[in-house]
């Protein structure tokens, strides 16, 4: 059985984990977009247009999701004093 001192150890790792390939992620795709464009409308065949908005809803939906499954937990255990 986990410990909440382990659980709390766990979610802030995960937490440093998803921030850092958060801010990776974006880093990339902000300086190398066009590499990046072209190889994703070739995999995907879709036009380079589209893909702004799809790298926009993937960078959108994996902050709420980091946020709200690993940050918001760590800090809430954290206030608790774990």
């Known amino acids: 059985m986990i410990t909440?001192?382990?659980l709390t150890e766990l979610l802030g790792w995960a937490s440093?984990?998803?921030i850092a390939y958060l801010l990776l992620v974006t880093i990339v795709i902000t300086f190398a977009r066009e590499?990046?464009?072209a190889l994703h409308s070739n995999m995907f065949k879709l036009e380079e247009k589209e893909?702004?908005?799809?790298?926009?809803?993937?960078?959108?939906n994996y902050k709420i999701a980091t946020l709200v499954l690993t940050v918001v937990p760590y800090l809430a255990l954290k206030a608790m004093g774990q």
């Open 4 to 6: 909440l001192s382990q």
């Open 16 to 18: 440093i984990i998803n």
């Open 35 to 37: 590499p990046i464009s």
């Open 51 to 60: 893909l702004g908005a799809k790298y926009y809803d993937f960078l959108s």
